[in-house]
């Protein structure tokens, strides 16, 4: 069973490598498929789901998606392109933001889960589910009222 489990998650991974469209398919085929299979018996699924991770995953995809629709990555760009002497320093000043941006937004979930090292916490768990939801809002009002002024 574990020699089935490991080519079914390297076929996984190399489909949401391939064909990027169709990620939840690929993913909710694997588990189906460790379902039908028992690798995971139907009683232990929600036993066997990392909830923490799912959570953190999704906080972070909104806070993307709040950044984003806050228009700020187009502001500050269009400020570098307002400011720059030359389109080589444009170019290279473009280049260190999206690899700013971009290390800061994708990667803090990989850091978060990377970092935890399996001992539970102070028993504050639903402060923590108050507090992460507030303060991204409270950020997300921020960097409207940078843009307004920038603007």
């Keep these: 069973m574990k020699t089935i ?8 991974y190399a489909l949401l490598l391939l064909l990027p469209k169709y990620r939840a398919v690929s993913a909710l085929s694997a588990a189906a498929l460790f379902l039908l299979l028992r690798i995971v018996p139907l009683g232990d699924v929600a036993g066997t789901v990392d909830w923490n991770v799912l959570m953190m995953l999704a906080g972070t995809m909104g806070t993307v998606d709040l950044f984003i629709r ?6 500050l760009s269009d400020r570098l392109v307002a400011v720059l002497p030359s389109v080589k320093w444009l170019i290279i000043a473009l280049a260190l933001f999206a690899g700013l941006v971009s290390a ?3 990667n803090v979930a990989a850091v978060l889960m990377l970092a935890y090292n399996g001992t539970r916490g102070s028993g504050h768990k639903q402060l923590f ?4 939801p507030a303060h991204v809002y409270l950020l997300y009002g921020v960097s409207c009222l940078v843009y307004r002024l920038i603007a």
């Excluded at 489990?5 to 996984?12: D, E, M, N, R, Y």
């Excluded at 806050?70 to 502001?75: A, E, F, G, L």
């Excluded at 589910?129 to 992460?132: I, K, L, S, V």
């Design 5 to 12: 489990a490991l080519l079914t998650f390297i076929a996984v």
């Design 129 to 132: 589910y108050w507090f992460y």
């Design 104 to 106: 800061f937004v994708d």
């Design 70 to 75: 806050s228009n700020m990555p187009n502001r």
